[in-house]
């Protein structure tokens, strides 16, 4: 009976343990499946490729979407983290949404209409032809934390005083390099003054005294011919430097004002390789090339309110903060990136003119470079590397004459040269013709 009961007393043992170990195991799983499910959720998005994300974002949502800001959509770094913790949504929801929106809002899902009514009932564009993993990508892209904004350092900070200093130096080693060639000059002569005098006392020659030396000053004006040579030098010199100077009256070449809205062509021409007769348009059809209107610079800025950190610590580095030029053509053009909207309140902005020729002068962009061919750089210089705008050529008469009378005539493809050039070529015996050989160099042409 004592064995029974010791038996017994094992067996129950033996099963409560089993029980205990079956229940502590279901427990570690629980856990581990929570904190395995919690891991994946939080790396959820970060299972695709940021740097694809990146230019997958810039190329199909930067329009309407910016990562930390309101705009024609709302702001999406961390979405999909942001939808799972406030409204319960999973990616599923993301991948319907993008590929095909009207059709979540039709469906009657809460959180579709209330984002379609939030933004004015503008319906985001499908992308059905988004795969999976481009849109695991994108995802990634906007789970990553906002980068601080860039500052320069001590070297790209003070660049511009460095490369002053350093040039400033080399002209004081220069000058004060002659400064000891002159020193050491004066030194020589005064030695071998004293060595020729000391040789002369040890050979006992007697060294001429010169008592009556007259004034250099007075020698020159008793010397008849040396004081007309100097006349005609100094009248020949002023002539020179009087026509030189009443020649550069109206040539504003270098000229480079400060305008009100600071534009760096390096960046919009330059980096961004926006070809000029966007914002110059008129240039192609017309007598100027136009100043563009504040509309043209929103088609981009609309969604362009900041630059790249790294273009922005450029900017601070020249003495340039390229983001508070940004919000002056807000204010400008009267325009609240807050609410993304015209707010109706514009005011003009005063743009000072660089490039002006005199009444008297006739000039087309159209006949330049519609007709011609020529690239604006012909005019106006490396415009593609100029953070601040300025006039390149002189833009005279001899400037302007002297290019027509190099310049060959682009004919090829070029309707408008088909049978001048054909007559012409016979005359003047030659297969390509120069525009002064065109007749641009009669005076109507330019004079009227």
Same mark, same amino acid.
């Given at each position: 009976?004592?064995?029974?009961?010791?038996?017994?007393?094992?067996?129950?043992?033996?099963?409560?343990?089993?029980?205990?170990?079956?229940?502590?195991?279901?427990?570690?799983?629980?856990?581990?499946?929570?904190?395995?499910?919690?891991?994946?959720?939080?790396?959820?998005?970060?299972?695709?490729?940021?740097?694809?994300?990146?230019?997958? +974002?810039?190329?199909?949502?930067?329009?309407?979407?910016?990562?930390?800001?309101?705009?024609?959509?709302?702001?999406?770094?961390?979405?999909?983290?942001?939808?799972?913790?406030?409204?319960?949504?999973?990616?599923?929801?993301?991948?319907?949404?993008?590929?095909?929106?009207?059709?979540?809002?039709?469906?009657?899902?809460?959180?579709?209409?209330?984002?379609?009514?939030?933004?004015?009932?503008?319906?985001?564009?499908?992308?059905?032809?988004?795969?999976?993993?481009?849109?695991?990508?994108?995802?990634?892209?906007?789970?990553?934390?906002?980068?601080?904004?860039?500052?320069?350092?001590?070297?790209?900070?003070?660049?511009?005083?460095?490369?002053?200093?350093?040039?400033?130096?080399?002209?004081?080693?220069?000058?004060?390099?002659?400064?000891?060639?002159?020193?050491?000059?004066?030194?020589?002569?005064?030695?071998?003054?004293?060595?020729?005098?000391?040789?002369?006392?040890?050979?006992?020659?007697?060294?001429?005294?010169?008592?009556?030396?007259?004034?250099?000053?007075?020698?020159?004006?008793?010397?008849?011919?040396?004081?007309?040579?100097?006349?005609?030098?100094?009248?020949?010199?002023?002539?020179? +430097?009087?026509?030189?100077? +009443?020649?550069?009256?109206?040539?504003?070449?270098?000229?480079?004002?400060?305008?009100?809205?600071?534009?760096?062509?390096?960046?919009?021409?330059?980096?961004?390789?926006?070809?000029?007769?966007?914002?110059?348009?008129?240039?192609?059809?017309?007598?100027?090339?136009?100043?563009?209107?504040?509309?043209?610079?929103?088609?981009?800025?609309?969604?362009?309110?900041?630059?790249?950190?790294?273009?922005?610590?450029?900017?601070?580095?020249?003495?340039?903060?390229?983001?508070?030029?940004?919000?002056?053509?807000?204010?400008?053009?009267?325009?609240?990136?807050?609410?993304?909207?015209?707010?109706?309140?514009?005011?003009?902005?005063?743009?000072?003119?660089?490039?002006?020729?005199?009444? +008297?002068?006739?000039?087309?962009?159209?006949?330049?470079?519609?007709?011609?061919?020529?690239?604006?750089?012909?005019?106006?210089?490396?415009?593609?590397?100029?953070?601040?705008?300025?006039?390149?050529?002189?833009?005279?008469?001899?400037?302007?004459?002297?290019?027509?009378?190099?310049?060959?005539?682009?004919?090829?493809?070029?309707?408008?040269?088909?049978?001048?050039?054909?007559?012409?070529?016979?005359?003047?015996?030659?297969?390509?013709?120069?525009?002064?050989?065109?007749?641009?160099?009669?005076?109507?042409?330019?004079?009227?």
């Amino acid at each position: 009976m004592k064995k029974s009961y010791q038996r017994l007393e094992v067996n129950l043992t033996n099963n409560m343990k089993q029980v205990i170990h079956r229940r502590l195991g279901e427990n570690i799983l629980r856990f581990g499946l929570v904190i395995l499910l919690a891991f994946t959720t939080s790396l959820s998005a970060q299972d695709g490729d940021p740097a694809k994300g990146k230019s997958l +974002f810039n190329t199909n949502c930067a329009a309407c979407h910016h990562l930390d800001k309101k705009m024609t959509g709302p702001a999406l770094r961390h979405v999909e983290q942001r939808l799972a913790d406030d409204k319960g949504l999973d990616r599923d929801w993301i991948y319907a949404w993008i590929r095909n929106s009207p059709a979540m809002i039709k469906s009657g899902d809460a959180y579709a209409n209330e984002v379609f009514n939030e933004y004015g009932g503008a319906a985001m564009t499908p992308f059905p032809q988004l795969s999976d993993e481009d849109l695991n990508n994108i995802l990634a892209y906007t789970a990553q934390e906002k980068p601080a904004p860039a500052t320069p350092g001590p070297e790209t900070a003070g660049g511009g005083q460095a490369t002053t200093a350093s040039g400033g130096i080399s002209n004081e080693l220069i000058l004060g390099a002659l400064a000891i060639l002159f020193v050491l000059l004066a030194a020589g002569l005064y030695l071998v003054n004293k060595t020729l005098r000391r040789f002369a006392a040890a050979q006992d020659i007697d060294l001429p005294e010169v008592t009556d030396r007259k004034p250099l000053w007075k020698v020159f004006v008793e010397n008849q011919f040396l004081m007309l040579v100097t006349a005609i030098f100094f009248l020949l010199a002023s002539a020179y +430097f009087a026509f030189g100077y +009443f020649m550069q009256i109206g040539i504003d070449q270098g000229y480079q004002p400060v305008q009100p809205i600071h534009f760096s062509h390096k960046i919009h021409a330059g980096d961004n390789s926006i070809d000029c007769k966007y914002c110059h348009s008129s240039a192609r059809v017309s007598k100027t090339s136009g100043i563009p209107s504040l509309n043209v610079c929103m088609n981009c800025h609309k969604t362009i309110s900041e630059v790249a950190p790294e273009t922005q610590a450029e900017g601070v580095a020249i003495g340039q903060d390229y983001n508070a030029e940004i919000q002056e053509l807000y204010v400008a053009v009267g325009w609240s990136d807050a609410d993304q909207r015209y707010t109706g309140e514009s005011k003009p902005v005063k743009w000072v003119r660089i490039h002006n020729l005199p009444d +008297f002068v006739y000039f087309n962009h159209a006949q330049h470079v519609s007709v011609g061919g020529q690239e604006c750089q012909t005019c106006h210089g490396p415009v593609e590397e100029m953070e601040v705008l300025y006039q390149h050529a002189p833009l005279t008469m001899g400037w302007c004459v002297e290019c027509h009378r190099t310049t060959n005539v682009n004919v090829a493809d070029n309707a408008y040269y088909e049978k001048i050039h054909e007559e012409l070529s016979k005359k003047y015996g030659v297969e390509q013709l120069t525009v002064a050989e065109m007749g641009g160099l009669e005076c109507g042409k330019c004079h009227y």
